[in-house]
Structure formats: structure tokens, C-alpha cells
């Protein structure tokens, strides 16, 4: 049974955003994930790697999707896991180099902060260029998250804190960062087994 915390709509939004700014970054970008499969993206992964640690292959960009029609389109994805830092030109002229360099028909940035002062009046402009760029700021994000039911649920009428979505997120990331961990060693020690014990105690064991 999902374990949830009834909160106003602005408590809501602050309780998720305060749960996307203070987790880490793989549970991040696991919201985010559900987020570009909620709004319509296809085979989203991560990119250029099948783990969360370490630098991706993609540079300049941290998931990969796709857009469905007849002809499905490349898309990148940026993520910034900001608080109150805000995103400037920079970081869209980084990423539309990538999405060149990576043949992408689109690319998307999504940070959990503000955007500049400029962007925000340039936003629009952003989704008509040559590589259209979409941008989705913290406040639309959690707008998302709502309108969707990400890390929230409906129960009689009313959206609440879905503490068991975060939670299950936030067992799987330590799961591939136990078996990343476990696979680096292994290489190294080939005699090395691990045994995973109670309370995600974790104890190696050298075979004779």
C-alpha cells in the first residue's frame, strides 16, 4: 500500500520540489524520465552510457528520446538540478551544439531552477530555430509533475504526496550503484564474490 502526505497546492509544489533538489542526481533524472514519457517521448534512456556514474559519451546532454510519427525524431535531453541557480544562453548554445553534433531533430533542457531574465523572453523564439530547443523551467516542471501524477496521487478528489514513488526511486538508484560498484571490483578481483545482507548491509567475500 502507498504510504502518501496530504498537503495545500502550494505545499505540494514545494514538498516536490524540495524532494528534486535535495535527492541526488539519478533520482532526478529518473523524474525527469517519467516526465518526457508522460509528454509524449519514446524510448527514453540515458545517454551514451547504461549507468548513472560516471561522465556520459553524449557530452552536452544527459538522456536521449525519441518523438513519435512517421518518421521518429532524436531528441537530447539536458538536465540541471538546480535549486535557485538559473540557466543562461550559455547552456542553450552548449546544448544545441550537442544536438547538432549528435544528428538530434530537437533537444529539450530541464532544470528544477529559473531560468534568465532573458531566456524567458526568448523561450518562445527557442522552439522555432533550425534545431528547436525546448526549454522547461522548474515552475512548469512541477506543473508537469501535477498535471501528470508524478510523485503524486489522487485520492477522493485530491492530489497527494506519493512517498512510495520517491522511495522506489530512490531504491533503485542505490541498486545500480551497488551493482556499478560491485562490477568495477569484480574486474579488478576476479575471486571476489558480494553478498548483499539485511538492512543494505553489503559484505565482500574473496573466494579461496
Not at 37 to 43: H, Y
Not at 79 to 89: A, E, G, I, T
Not at 114 to 142: C, F, H, M
Request: aromatic share 6%; glycine share 8%; with cysteine.
Amino acid at each position: 500500500m502507498s504510504h502518501s502526505q496530504t498537503y495545500s497546492r502550494p505545499q505540494l509544489r514545494s514538498r516536490l520540489h524540495e524532494q528534486l533538489t535535495a535527492g541526488n542526481f539519478h533520482l532526478f533524472a529518473s523524474v525527469c524520465q517519467d516526465v518526457l514519457k508522460a509528454i509524449g517521448c519514446q524510448e527514453v534512456r540515458l545517454a551514451g552510457r547504461l549507468r548513472f556514474k560516471g561522465k556520459n559519451q553524449g557530452g552536452g546532454y544527459d538522456l536521449e528520446a525519441t518523438l513519435p510519427g512517421p518518421l521518429p525524431r532524436p531528441v537530447v535531453v539536458q538536465l540541471k538540478q538546480f535549486r535557485s541557480q538559473r540557466v543562461f544562453q550559455r547552456s542553450i548554445d552548449e546544448l544545441r551544439g550537442a544536438a547538432l553534433r549528435a544528428g538530434a531533430a530537437e533537444a529539450i533542457l530541464i532544470t528544477s531552477g529559473p531560468l534568465s531574465r532573458v531566456l524567458q523572453d526568448t523561450r518562445a523564439k527557442l522552439t522555432k530555430s533550425p534545431v528547436p530547443v525546448r526549454l522547461i523551467d522548474g515552475q512548469e516542471l512541477l506543473d508537469l509533475l501535477l498535471a501528470h501524477e508524478i510523485g503524486v496521487m489522487q485520492i477522493e478528489e485530491t492530489l497527494v504526496f506519493d512517498d512510495a514513488y520517491f522511495a522506489r526511486l530512490a531504491k533503485a538508484c542505490v541498486d545500480q550503484g551497488l551493482q556499478e560498484s560491485y562490477r568495477k571490483v569484480r574486474d579488478k578481483s576476479p575471486t571476489l564474490t558480494i553478498r548483499f545482507e539485511r538492512r543494505g548491509r553489503v559484505r565482500y567475500q574473496f573466494l579461496p
